[in-house]
Each structure stands twice: as C-alpha cells, then as structure tokens.
C-alpha cells in the first residue's frame, strides 16, 4: 500500500494522464443543473479583479469564470492540462497561463499580487496536514481585502467514486480508472464547514453546498 506522501506525489503525473479525458467528469446528466448554476454564479465572484487561479486544470469553468474579470492568471503543475485549457473561449489579452506548484506560488509569481484567487476542485487534494500551510501560501500572494473563491465536490453516496481507504491522518483514498485501463490512487477529502470554520480562525466566510457540489468565499 502507498503511503500518503507517494499519492501525492503521483497525483500530478495521474492528471497529466487524464488530461484529454478529464472534462467527462462533467458530462453526467444529473450533474448539469448544478454545473449551470456554479457557470452563473462565477461570472459574478471576479468582476473587475486581477485573479490568481490555482490549478487550473484544463480550465473547465474559465469561460464564465473570467468574463469579467480585470485580468486572470491561470496556473497549474502540468503543462499538459494547460495546453488544453489554451483551447477554450478566452479573450487572451486578460487571461494568461504559467506552469507553478500549488505549494510554493511565491516561486513562480515572485512579488506579484492579486485581489481574487480561486481553486476549482482542487482543494479536495489538499492533505490535511498541509491544509493550513497551502491557505498561508495563497494568502501571502493576495491584497488587502482579496477575494478566495473555492469549489469542490461533494461527496454523494451512490454517485461519488467511494471512498477506498482513509490513512491515519483522517485523508481519504480513491481508486480510479483511466480509459488506458490504468488504476491510480487518488487523494480526496470532502471539508465540511465545520472544518472551514477551524481553518479560517474566525474569519467571515460563506459556505453553501449544492446538490454535487459546495462553494466558500471569503475575503483576505
């Protein structure tokens, strides 16, 4: 059995691998009133903003996401999801993309801040040993007053890939298949509020949760 520290460091090259079959994930016909509703409800969080994205991925929800945004900085440890993200609807005189780790942005934007920052479905990933660091390593790229956009699934019995093993850290473990036939073991954890609560230290913060996914924002 791999311990949680080999997950983490396969899961990179497991979303390469995914890459041109990722966005199937978002074709289950159950799923579609809540992924119009989370495309609505983007387009309205970064109006006007110079926002950081974290692990872009192969930028799903950017057409929405970044319509009105002041500028956008997409960013991800795979080049291969970014090239397809560059294939997507995008005005490319306000949305750029950059190779950079989640966990050391500072290395990649070198002083440049941002006054919004969202993670589509990847806080998930995010051990929960490193949860409290990853959000200090946001923050510290982001302005007085910015605002954090994050979105991640939820974990619906019957529906979700379940939940193979949990370590003694509290993280639990998924085993997926690629089209290839492949198996990979995945790190997945589903936050609660509860959690957010603790993370945040007090900070105001907005939770909601949807029928496949939930939704907190909250400002810097």
Do not use: C
């Amino acid at each position: 059995m791999q311990t949680s520290d080999n997950v983490e460091q396969a899961m990179p090259r497991y979303y390469a691998q995914r890459a041109a079959e990722y966005e199937r994930v978002f074709d289950k016909p159950h799923r579609q009133a809540d992924i119009a509703t989370l495309k609505a409800w983007l387009r309205g969080q970064f109006a006007g903003r110079h926002v950081l994205e974290v692990a872009t991925g192969t930028g799903f929800w950017l057409p929405e996401a970044t319509a009105d945004a002041a500028s956008w900085l997409g960013t991800d440890l795979n080049a291969e999801v970014l090239a397809i993200a560059r294939l997507k609807p995008l005005d490319f005189t306000r949305v750029g993309f950059e190779l950079a780790n989640a966990y050391a942005l500072g290395d990649t934007l070198r002083g440049r801040r941002f006054d919004a920052a969202f993670a589509g479905l990847w806080f998930s990933h995010v051990p929960m040993s490193r949860r409290e660091a990853w959000l200090r390593g946001l923050h510290a790229q982001l302005s007085r007053g910015a605002r954090v956009v994050l979105m991640d699934n939820r974990y619906v019995d019957g529906d979700s890939t379940p939940v193979t093993r949990f370590d003694a850290e509290g993280n639990g473990f998924q085993r997926r298949q690629l089209s290839d036939g492949s198996e990979h073991e995945v790190l997945k954890n589903f936050p609660t509020a509860d959690e957010f609560a603790a993370l945040l230290g007090g900070r105001p913060f907005e939770f909601r949760e949807l029928g496949y996914f939930w939704t907190l924002v909250y400002e810097v």
